[in-house]
């Protein structure tokens, strides 16, 4: 089943520009993270935060999140063409529950 | 070693064939995970493992069927497959603490003819 809707789709930006993606999800949770996944290769985590977090920084990404609108961001400034990638939010919710994955956003940063 | 490992890395197969997939992880994780994931998609879990034991098995066709030899291995064994199968698969691992980070292979790339 899946949880999170990321918004956009699709996005396209200059080397050096900030790309913001955005992910909605549906029930309460007990973590939300983010994954970059380069064409064909296997998922990389990029960065937890916690329901009782706001904002986390890790590096050039800034991810926050608003329980109350049950959304979260992920920030990448400074893009570069290696950040091209597919990048994605999965939510757990409390306990061991496995991660449900959102649709993902296809980030293509040209240089 | 913080990496989990798949092999092969891509296997095309008959739908009369019989095949496995194999992965490992050496870092102590006590959670193991199949997921698929077609093209453009995001992925979607098939089964988890927990202490060895198949603690979730998402409706998956019998055509697939997983195997815990020990904490470190997981195994996927296809059989019968159709060509709508053909799919990434990705083995995943975790601690069982929580919150978890979800740490991936690269994949097999299967492709049923």
């Known amino acids: 089943s899946q949880q999170g809707e990321e918004d956009p789709q699709a996005l396209s930006i200059q080397e050096g520009e900030n790309a913001t993606m955005n992910c909605s999800y549906k029930t309460s949770i007990n973590n939300l993270q983010w994954y970059r996944q380069n064409s064909g290769r296997g998922l990389v985590h990029l960065i937890l935060?916690?329901?009782?977090?706001r904002e986390k920084h890790s590096g050039r990404l800034r991810v926050t999140l608003d329980t109350s609108k049950k959304s979260s961001s992920l920030l990448i400034t400074a893009s570069r063409a290696a950040d091209t990638a597919s990048y994605f939010c999965a939510t757990q919710n409390s306990g061991n529950t496995p991660l449900v994955f959102g649709k993902g956003t296809r980030l293509s940063v040209i240089a | 070693d913080t990496e989990v490992t798949q092999t092969p890395k891509h296997l095309v197969m008959g739908m009369t064939n019989k095949k496995s997939l194999k992965c490992e992880q050496h870092m102590g994780h006590r959670a193991m995970y199949w997921y698929k994931q077609k093209a453009k998609k995001p992925p979607e879990l098939m089964f988890v493992?927990?202490?060895?034991?198949?603690?979730i098995n998402e409706s998956v066709p019998s055509r697939f069927s997983p195997e815990c030899p020990n904490s470190s291995l997981l195994n996927l064994h296809l059989h019968a497959l159709q060509p709508e199968d053909s799919a990434l698969y990705l083995c995943?691992?975790?601690?069982?603490?929580?919150?978890?980070?979800?740490?991936f292979g690269p994949g097999t790339r299967l492709t049923v003819t």
């Open positions: 935060i916690r329901s009782n977090e």
């Open positions: 995943a691992s975790s601690r069982k603490t929580d919150p978890y980070a979800v740490h």
């Open positions: 493992y927990s202490y060895e034991k198949l603690s």
